[in-house]
């Protein structure tokens, strides 16, 4: 089942993470590497102010944490086990 938008823009940008670094930088590669790694964290950063009030309650924990792991595994998981439902049939978290 594919993911709602918002969390298909995230999951996105949380693959963009992972794959810089698990590249990591060479010592010819540094500078590049790290704003590479700088821009994909600023790309995190907005689209969880944009997206926060909207998340549930786990994926924004995971943000909130920076766990861009565990919220790219978690989001992974919906997706692959149909449970990447509409934010409307969500339940509602307690803040």
């Not at 995190?44 to 994926?59: G, I, K, W």
């Not at 449970?83 to 409307?88: D, E, F, H, R, Y």
């Amino acid at each position: 089942m594919p993911l709602p938008p918002d969390d298909s823009r995230l999951f996105a940008a949380l693959s963009d993470y992972l794959e810089v670094v698990g590249q990591g930088g060479s010592s010819s590669t540094q500078a590049a590497w790290k704003e590479k790694l700088r821009n994909t964290i600023l790309t995190l950063d907005s689209l969880e102010a944009e997206l926060a009030p909207r998340m549930d309650c786990r994926l924004r924990h995971f943000f909130e944490s920076k766990s861009y792991r565990k919220a790219h595994d978690h989001l992974a998981s919906r997706a692959s086990s149909g449970l990447a439902n509409p934010s409307a049939s969500r339940q509602a978290c307690s803040r």
